[in-house]
């Protein structure tokens, strides 16, 4: 395995997997070039198959393996036609053949290679059995790989230069070589797809670790490996680390961004909301395959706990600036208390305008936040004895009205905090419901766009065959395009 940076592609990495070649008479076991083919196949997006000299009934013979595939991958779990499905899941098909010395010609006719490619393997006529074998490994390449390339190479240098071949430089190889090495790497660059898995989305470093982890577990405990299985176990992971990094982004961004205690549940909101949605797109960008909306639904209730954390640590914050405002403001009275001024004559004036002194410069305090007449409204009751201590009906007078004001102010300010609330969670919901409702229909239009390929392929198949007079196989295969069509068509509508 080499992992590059792609050439063409930002923020790509291109991954070259090498494998043993096929047929090894050497081999112990006789399924090592079944599965290795098959793992190919699963993991890639587009598969390079080398060979040397000519394409020919014996170089096809070499991907015999191709009509027995269905033996050895399921795309589904309950799936009776697995090769049916082949094709939706298929990497692109890229034939490299090395030392080509013919002329790609057919007849008198010359011919490009991609047209030579679709001449060999064009359905040959005859009821014969080897007719049919023939045409049952030609018929295999053609339904499961509708993107076909195929690149003809001539020897990389002269005979007597082949034993030193590593040695060579560049521009020692042969100028006809090095053209058509150049046009197969522009093609893989510039063409090759990403991998990407059903449903559209794009294999990671890591999603292709854990397909290969999930394939070769299955090879060797003697099972088939299922596509379906892989994708669902490697949904459950990503989703679940997608779910954990969208709460952490949440709370990095709150914790940056917040600055305790809020002036008001509005502020706290409005962090809250750029946060939320920044934590929103970064779980769609990762998750997939999420048709329960599962793991939507799991982080939704993980920032709706984290929101109500931040909260609850406004609160307490706003409670502890508001109380050591008003000690700080409250040190004065204490000292007249200590000295008795209180209880001299005029005394209760005093303290009345005393009293109107601290709540009017704890009203000017600045950064108080949410909690700030719920604080002054505990602190009066907890000096409401201060009337028995002075025995002034105008001072109890005074305190009462005071409270009354601060429960007032209170009951206000909770009031407009519920609302806020509320009005929040009617938007949350709105957004949630707006996301899953855009996800569906982007998952929907994925799912269309690879029908759609796979109905195209179909019907180029199809008008090949009736070209070729294969009038039976093309009948079964219009009767697969009709049943295509209708599994397409959006369902009827009745208004009752």
């Given at each position: 395995m080499w992992c590059l940076p792609h050439p063409r592609q930002p923020r790509v990495t291109l991954v070259l997997l090498d494998t043993e070649g096929l047929g090894d008479p050497n081999k112990d076991d006789d399924h090592s070039d079944a599965w290795i083919f098959t793992?190919?196949?699963?993991?890639?997006?587009?598969?390079?198959?080398n060979s040397i000299g000519t394409i020919d009934q014996r170089a096809l013979e070499q991907l015999r393996l191709v009509t027995e595939l269905s033996e050895h991958i399921r795309v589904r779990e309950k799936d009776n036609n697995p090769a049916s499905n082949f094709v939706s899941i298929f990497p692109g098909f890229v034939w490299t053949v090395r030392d080509f010395t013919l002329q790609l010609r057919a007849g008198e006719k010359t011919l490009s290679e991609d047209e030579y490619l679709e001449?060999?393997?064009?359905?040959?006529?005859?009821?014969?059995?080897?007719?049919?074998?023939?045409?049952?490994?030609?018929r295999c390449l053609r339904n499961f790989f509708p993107r076909r390339k195929l690149f003809t190479m001539e020897r990389p240098a002269a005979d007597a230069d082949l034993t030193r071949l590593e040695e060579l430089r560049e521009d020692e190889l042969q100028p006809g070589f090095r053209k058509q090495v150049d046009a197969f790497c522009r093609y893989i660059w510039e063409e090759a797809p990403v991998k990407v898995l059903p449903g559209g989305h794009q294999v990671t470093g890591s999603a292709l670790a854990c397909?290969?982890?999930k394939y070769v577990a299955a090879i060797s405990s003697g099972s088939v490996p299922c596509v379906e299985s892989a994708v669902t176990a490697l949904a459950r992971a990503e989703n679940n680390a997608a779910v954990q990094a969208a709460v952490a982004e949440y709370q990095q961004g709150m914790e940056q961004d917040l600055v305790l205690p809020t002036a008001s549940y509005d502020a706290l909101l409005a962090v809250h909301r750029d946060c939320e949605q920044r934590a929103l797109a970064l779980f769609l960008s990762r998750a997939f395959a999420d048709h329960e909306h599962q793991y939507h639904d799991e982080l939704v209730h993980k920032l709706e706990a984290a929101k109500e954390e931040f909260c609850q640590r406004n609160k307490e914050a706003s409670e502890q600036r508001c109380r050591t405002v008003l000690q700080e403001l409250w040190r004065d009275v204490e000292l007249r208390l200590q000295r008795g001024d209180y209880v001299a004559r005029g005394g209760a004036q005093l303290f009345k305008d005393d009293l109107h002194r601290v709540l009017e410069e704890y009203k000017q305090r600045p950064d108080k936040g949410v909690r700030a007449e719920a604080v002054l409204k505990e602190f009066l009751r907890e000096h409401e004895g201060l009337a028995q201590v002075l025995k002034a009906t105008e001072v109890q007078l005074e305190l009462a009205e005071r409270q009354q004001e601060a429960a007032a102010a209170e009951a206000e300010a909770a009031r407009k905090a519920a609302e806020a609330w509320k009005e929040e969670q009617k938007r949350s919901m709105e957004e949630y419901e707006r996301q899953l409702q855009q996800r569906m229909k982007e998952e929907q239009r994925t799912w269309l766009e690879e029908q759609q390929r796979v109905l195209e392929h179909h019907r180029k198949e199809?008008?090949?065959?009736?070209?070729?007079?294969?009038?039976?196989?093309?009948?079964?295969l219009k009767e697969q395009i009709r049943e295509l069509q209708e599994m397409m068509r959006p369902p009827k509508c009745t208004v009752l």
């Open positions: 793992l190919a196949l699963l993991l890639s997006s587009t598969l390079v198959y001449d060999v393997l064009r359905l040959q006529t005859g009821g014969g059995q080897k007719a049919q074998e023939r045409n049952e490994l030609r397909l290969a982890e199809y008008e090949a065959l009736l070209r070729e007079g294969f009038t039976r196989e093309a009948a079964a």
